[in-house]
């Protein structure tokens, strides 16, 4: 079955530079989710579309933007990089919030 | 704002006991809530789902219960082998206001099964 694709799966960035995670979901799933997780911490919510439209936002900084386009597939885009934007960045997709969501394997984000 | 809170927050056991892992949630409009598997520096791998309306669901050695009233959940393993041996993580999936579909998790069960 297919799931949730993340691009690339690791990426060292010096500080100030820039980084794009790229997330193709599950094909027919029209909802993607973005999520952070640093050392030793849960998953913290970033930012959420639906049908192309963002939907949510959470703990997202400034430095950051998203979008998803019209193939359903989204792109995180990530200035200024910090020290502390080192991070696995997790993005899933879902068909419809009572069916759960499927996470993708995430992009391992080392800034030094 | 939901808070999500998982109970032990480390948990060593031998191989073949049965365990209990804990999950508890302050805001009940939740859609369904879902537990995860991640291995050090892994993804996440949905283990089960239970949705608001459903008491428990179960997958093999797992069984999961809900009891949306109350707010928690609890994750059963039977017969645990060290290729358990991960954290596990509980979300639910919200139903309120501007939190509409979004998860949110605790801070997961580190789990060791040993030989």
């Known amino acids: 079955a297919a799931g949730v694709i993340q691009s690339p799966r690791h990426l060292i960035k010096e500080k100030r530079e820039t980084a794009t995670l790229k997330c193709y979901p599950i094909?027919?799933?029209?909802?993607v989710y973005w999520y952070q997780q640093g050392p030793g911490q849960d998953p913290q919510f970033l930012i959420s579309?639906?049908?192309?439209?963002?939907?949510d936002k959470g703990s997202i900084p400034d430095r950051f933007s998203a979008q998803q386009f019209s193939d359903y597939h989204s792109e995180l885009n990530m200035s200024s990089l910090e020290l502390g934007d080192s991070a696995l960045y997790f993005c899933?997709?879902?068909?419809?919030?009572?069916?759960?969501?499927?996470f993708g394997s995430g992009t391992r984000l080392t800034v030094v | 704002k939901q808070e999500v809170t998982q109970i032990p927050a480390a948990l060593s056991v031998p191989e073949g006991e049965n365990l209990v892992l804990n999950c508890s949630f302050t805001?009940?409009?939740?859609?369904?809530l879902q537990w995860f598997r991640q291995d050090p520096g892994k993804g996440l791998t949905s283990l089960l789902l239970i949705q608001s309306s459903q008491r428990e669901q179960t997958s093999g050695r797992l069984n999961a219960s809900l009891d949306k009233s109350s707010g928690r959940s609890t994750l059963y393993i039977a017969a645990s082998q060290p290729g358990d041996s991960a954290t596990y993580l509980c979300?639910?999936?919200?139903?309120?206001?501007?939190?509409?579909?979004?998860?949110?998790f605790g801070q997961g069960t580190i789990l060791t099964v040993h030989p």
């Open positions: 899933a997709s879902s068909p419809g919030h009572l069916y759960g969501y499927t």
């Open positions: 094909p027919r799933h029209d909802t």
């Open positions: 805001d009940s409009a939740i859609y369904n």
């Open positions: 579309f639906y049908e192309k439209m963002q939907s």
């Open positions: 979300a639910v999936i919200e139903a309120g206001g501007t939190s509409y579909g979004k998860l949110t």
